[in-house]
T-cell receptor, first 116, second 108 residues
Framework: EAGVAQSPRYKIIEKRQSVAFWCNPI?????LYWYQQILGQGPKLLIQ????????DSQLPKDRFSAERLKGVDSTLKIQPAKLEDSAVYLC??????????????FGPGTRLTVL | GQNIDQPTEMTATEGAIVQINCTYQ??????LFWYQQHAGEAPTFLSY????GLEEKGRFSSFLSRSKGYSYLLLKELQMKDSASYLC?????????FGAGTTVTVRA
């Protein structure tokens, strides 16, 4: 079974530029998550999708971050414009159903973003 | 509350046992997950506890006390490849809140 796919793996941009990340979840997984992991910290949830609807985006900085999951499969996360503090690893995860305490989330390899 | 506390670093010798503690605030708690994360890689699922007690999976065991807001991950027969960060995550309604992780270094 293929895992969660993400691209690109690395991205370097200058502040105020735009960037987009792509995620393809495990086949059949209804729930998709985007996390931000700053060096030395645990992942922080940015947004959660159930199929193609947003379940939770309370921690998404909506003035610069946006995400979509058209057709309930692939997802893109965009930052426009980027700030220095956005330098982090952006992790995508998926789970079979979502909303249950024992529903395991599986992570992709992440995209390491460096903002100069 | 979302406070999840775990030690920053631990060092142990190959073949030894290490216990990583995790404490959390109990409001809205549904379950507790442990993930392993090697440097530069994605977190990988190790175990989860929903009920009190010990769950054993090979060399790894995880314990939960819901009333105390306490969990630990026990790594036995340590191997060099176990050098990694171990993340404690609390599940509330299927949403995970992660601790900062404990970096375990295994020495020969």
């Amino acid at each position: 079974e293929a895992g969660v796919a993400q691209s690109p793996r690395y991205k370097i941009i200058e502040k105020r530029q735009s960037v987009a990340f792509w995620c393809n979840p495990i086949s059949g997984h209804a729930t998709l998550y985007w996390y931000q992991q700053i060096l030395g910290q645990g992942p922080k949830l940015l947004i959660q999708f159930q199929n193609n609807g947003v379940v939770d985006d309370s921690q998404l900085p909506k003035d610069r971050f946006s995400a979509e999951r058209l057709k309930g499969v692939d997802s893109t996360l965009k930052i426009q414009p980027a700030k220095l503090e956005d330098s982090a690893v952006y992790l995508c995860a998926s789970s079979l159903v979502g909303g249950f305490s024992t529903d395991t989330q599986y992570f992709g390899p992440g995209t390491r973003l460096t903002v100069l | 509350g979302q406070n999840i506390d775990q030690p920053t670093e631990m060092t142990a010798t190959e073949g030894a046992i290490v216990q990583i503690n995790c404490t959390y605030q109990t409001s809205g708690f549904n379950g507790l997950f442990w993930y392993q994360q090697h440097a530069g890689e994605a977190p990988t699922f190790l175990s989860y506890n929903v009920l009190d007690g010990l769950e054993e999976k090979g060399r790894f065991s995880s314990f939960l006390s819901r009333s105390k807001g306490y969990s630990y991950l026990l790594l036995k027969e340590l191997q060099m490849k176990d050098s990694a960060s171990y993340l404690c995550a609390v599940s509330r309604g299927g949403k995970l809140s992660f601790g900062a992780g404990t970096t375990v270094t295994v020495r020969a």
